[in-house]
């Protein structure tokens, strides 16, 4: 499956963006979709993931919960992240990613997601 996220750019602290992440080439009902970012000089974090095949297991980082929320249309092979009352420390290139075989527990894990589209960057001024 090939992925694609889109929807960042420059908002002020408080404000909102919606990223998508679309997906082509593969049974996306069946993949769990995670959002994950990375900020300069910090290391790649979860951020939101949603599972598939109708399970719709969905976890949150602690810090976005309350503010994000993270939807998927099979329909349209499109998981979104709505991101409300953004903060300077959400400024990070965010990336989607996605896999058929995950377990629970390793969903909150970067290294356990076989495809990554390539990032959109949120900047969020204070």
């Known amino acids: 499956v090939q992925l694609q996220a889109s929807g960042g750019g420059l908002v002020q602290t408080g404000g909102s963006l919606r990223l998508s992440c679309v997906a082509s080439?593969?049974?996306?009902?069946?993949?769990?979709i995670g959002w994950f970012r990375q900020a300069p000089m910090k290391e790649r974090e979860f951020v939101a993931t949603?599972?598939?095949?109708?399970?719709?297991?969905?976890k949150y980082a602690d810090s976005v919960k309350g503010r994000f929320t993270i939807s998927r249309d099979n329909a349209k092979n499109t998981v979104s992240l709505q991101m409300n009352s953004l903060k300077p420390e959400d400024t990070a290139i965010y990336y989607c990613a996605g896999d058929r075989n995950l377990i629970v527990s390793s969903m909150t894990t970067p290294s356990a997601y076989d495809y990554w589209g390539k990032g959109t960057l949120v900047t969020v001024s204070s």
């Open positions: 080439g593969g049974a996306f009902s069946r993949y769990t």
């Open positions: 949603i599972s598939g095949l109708g399970r719709s297991t969905i």
